[in-house]
């Protein structure tokens, strides 16, 4: 395998791939799915696999990434193994609307549905483009495939994800978990469409855990495009448990309507390259957005968390809290865009990233913008990038606890101000404990596996 | 039943300590035994804090020269942690703020650390809040702070109330105290004293360090020493104490540049 990738060269590879598939595309596909398919890989070959020199992609190279020769996932097809009886979800108390998702296909026994409250709905991407078009009238409008050639390229592939609705006034109860899993026979490049809409005056909580269940390399690539209504509270948590090997790639859009509240929380426990755009616009009066992430990164991992908050009405807030530990060679970065419009006066909007380095080598880099354009708004934001305090380490042993302990406790206290944050009791005890064991150097697994998998 | 008596529970012999290729003690010598109190008076800057550190462990301090002997062991030799589950307290002059460690959790791991070191069983939860809330009466905690993180946010006196809090929680056979009266209100003072001295047994010592008589009214030494200069330049009984309240450092200075 050649070391030195010619850019024009894996361009013509993802062309040439996509010009054989793409009539099978057209053909296996709704048509709400299809309108943007040709545009979008237009736009993508327009833009190119990220390098550093798309300004977006500073920290992030994705060549090597897009390099191997992948399989795509272009079909769905048969999962030998039952999910259900393979995966038990070993959070105590943690009491979910379960679904799987695998290599990006919705999994065809998912058998929640029927628990769900009345009018939510459920369902496979593609199934909802076939059978109820109606509901994917906004399908594109937020996730521009002009504006990120991410997103351009999982709009020319899209076929299937998840599509979850919750009508006006309805609360789901349960958190909605959805456990995405990656399992081939070879290399495989995934993609992922999902699509979610919270009414008016509705309440849904999503869990999305993200696992590998072999060793084989992945790249997967997902969008999801959210509608949050006025009045509505939507909460997502992302756990990301991937191997060395796999490349994370998310984009999240949310819009949000008056007085609506979103939350945002990524854990990275694991994973090869993980890149995390997120873009929230504010888009109706007293609306308010939380962003939070943490990321344990160690050996030559990659995190880097993109945001973007655009203040489009007055009166919302925004507040990003984002913390990293870096460990060995590992390198992170945050970029995060915060864009006040004209008129969006009395704006308030935070953000904070803070970095804890446990070695000379591990590197971060850290990036804020403010873009501010009305006149009465008070942002702030804020980056550090240390070491573990020396000072608090000896006072620490000086009371007797070992030095390897203390450092833990400190990281652990680092990290807990995100881990706070999730407001599903179980599930913030659970992360807090495979942040602990991570943090500690033991794999952090949050499941019983039944596939003896070694990743 | 065989009781051993070690005579001697601290001797520093002739001990040089350099931070950053600047020499701060220059020969000091002292010895403590068990159910003695040292005070330790001094300018500012002439070490004692530097020396306080040093029997704790920290680790920027080297030791250029001498030896130090801890309850019969080498205790240079020793990690901090090993030095304090020994036996030996350092209540510092400056707590240090750990944000985001909770009092309880970093308390309960000190002294389940102890005990696991002595072969004891750990305490659970349930039993180490009551032990806890014993030990705060004694010095009058208020019992907000101990839910916060560590020293984040306690004034002063809060920060120096809480050192011998955890003195309590630790018991300590040696007790090192650097200025741990300055700071502290009239009664606190009179609050802390109290504590330490009902921590107080027979086999115990205390290094008090401090600026000032007063403290040594409630914590009455055996031994006065004065550190100047890196050296401990007179050691004399607790009459030193108020004669450098009434006379200040000058004559010792004086009696010691010519
Ligand atoms: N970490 C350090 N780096 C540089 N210099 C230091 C350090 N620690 C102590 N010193 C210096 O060593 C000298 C002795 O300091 P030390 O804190 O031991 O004095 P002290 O007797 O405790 O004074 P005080 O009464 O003001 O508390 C001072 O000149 C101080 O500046
Ligand atoms: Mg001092």
Redesign the interface.
């Known amino acids: 395998m050649s070391v030195l990738v010619d850019k024009a060269d894996l361009s013509l590879k993802y062309t040439a791939h996509y010009n054989e598939v793409k009539e099978s595309l057209q053909k296996e596909s709704a048509d709400v799915l299809n309108a943007p398919r040709n545009k979008a890989f237009q736009d993508f070959v327009m833009q190119g696999i990220p390098t550093r020199k798309n300004e977006n992609y500073k920290y992030t190279n994705l060549q090597p990434q897009f390099f191997p020769e992948y399989r795509f996932m272009h079909r769905r097809e048969p999962v030998k193994l039952d999910l259900h009886a393979a995966f038990r979800c070993d959070v105590p108390q943690l009491d979910t609307h379960l679904a799987f998702i695998f290599n990006g296909w919705y999994y065809e026994d998912n058998k929640q549905a029927g628990q769900l409250p009345e009018g939510v709905i459920l369902e496979s991407l593609e199934k909802i483009a076939r059978e109820k078009p109606e509901l994917l009238k906004k399908y594109a409008t937020l996730a521009k495939t002009e504006e990120d050639p991410l997103v351009a390229l999982n709009t020319a592939f899209a076929k299937d994800g998840y599509f979850l609705y919750v009508p006006k006034n309805t609360v789901v109860d349960k958190p909605i978990q959805l456990i995405n899993f990656l399992q081939a026979n070879e290399d495989a490049f995934v993609t992922q469409r999902n699509f979610i809409v919270v009414e008016e005056g509705a309440d849904a909580k999503i869990v999305s855990c993200d696992h590998t269940l072999n060793l084989n390399t992945y790249l997967s690539n997902s969008v999801t495009e959210v509608f949050v209504g006025a009045n509505a509270n939507f909460e997502y948590y992302t756990l990301q448990n991937e191997h060395n090997k796999t490349t994370s790639l998310n984009s999240v859009f949310v819009h949000q309507e008056k007085d609506s509240k979103a939350t945002t929380l990524y854990s990275s426990l694991h994973g090869g390259v993980i890149r995390n755009n997120l873009r929230f616009i504010l888009d109706g009066e007293n609306a308010e957005a939380h962003l939070y992430g943490m990321a344990f990164l160690d050996k030559k991992q990659h995190v880097d968390n993109f945001t973007q908050v655009i203040h489009a009405k007055p009166n919302c807030m925004s507040n990003q809290i984002y913390k990293n530990v870096l460990n060995d060679e590992s390198n992170g970065a945050f970029a995060g865009r915060i864009h006040v419009i004209r008129d969006a006066q009395k704006t308030n909007a935070f953000q904070r990233n803070n970095n804890l380095l446990l070695t000379d080598k591990a590197t971060m880099q850290t990036k804020p913008q403010l873009i501010i354009d009305a006149d009465d708004v008070k942002c702030s934001h804020g980056a550090t990038v240390g070491q573990i ?1 020396e ?2 380490l ?10 390897d ?1 203390a450092r833990l ?2 990281m ?3 990290a ?2 995100v881990v706070q944050q999730i407001s599903i009791e179980p599930l913030r005890d659970r992360i807090d404990e495979l942040v602990d064991k991570r943090l500690k150097g033991e794999v952090a697994r949050c499941h019983e596996c039944a596939y003896n998998c070694d990743c | 039943m065989l009781k051993i008596f070690i005579l001697k529970m601290l001797s520093i012999k002739d001990l040089y300590v350099s931070i950053d290729g600047m020499e701060i003690l220059k020969g000091i010598n002292l010895e403590v035994k068990p159910g003695e109190i040292h005070a330790i008076m001094g300018p500012n800057g002439s070490g004692k804090s530097t020396l306080a550190n040093v029997l ?4 920027e301090y080297e030791v250029t020269h001498g030896e130090v002997t801890y309850m019969g062991k080498n205790l240079l030799e020793m ?3 090993d ?3 020994e036996g030996l307290f ?1 209540s ?1 002059q400056y ?7 909770p009092m309880v ?2 308390l309960k ?2 002294v389940n ?2 005990r696991k ?1 002595h072969n004891e069983k750990e305490l659970t939860a349930g039993e180490f809040l009551k032990f806890m809330r014993e030990k705060m009466d004694l010095v009058e905690m208020r019992s907000q702070l101990t839910n916060r ?2 020293n984040e946010g306690f004034s002063g006196g809060e920060k120096k109330k809480n050192e011998i809090f ?1 003195m309590a929680l ?1 018991e300590p056979k040696l007790a090192i105290l650097d200025e741990t009266d300055s700071g502290l209100d009239i009664d606190a003072l009179k609050t802390v004293a109290h504590g330490v001295n009902a921590l107080r047994k027979p086999e115990n010592a205390t290094i008090v360090v401090t600026h000032y008589q007063r403290l040594l009214e409630y914590i009455v030494p055996d031994v006065v020493h004065v550190l100047y200069k890196g050296k401990i330049v007179k050691s004399a009984g607790k009459e030193l104490a108020l004669q450098l309240e009434e006379k200040g450092y000058d004559w010792i200075k004086q009696e010691n540049e010519n």
Do not use: C, W
């Open positions: 305090d000072e608090a000896f006072y620490m042993r000086a009371r007797g606890i070992d030095e302990k406790m400190m652990n206290a680092f807990h101000e | 704790a462990g920290k680790e990690a901090p942690e030095r304090a589950k350092l510092f707590p240090v703020e750990i944000p985001g460690v959790n970093f791991t000190a650390e102890h070191y993180s560590v955890q630790l």
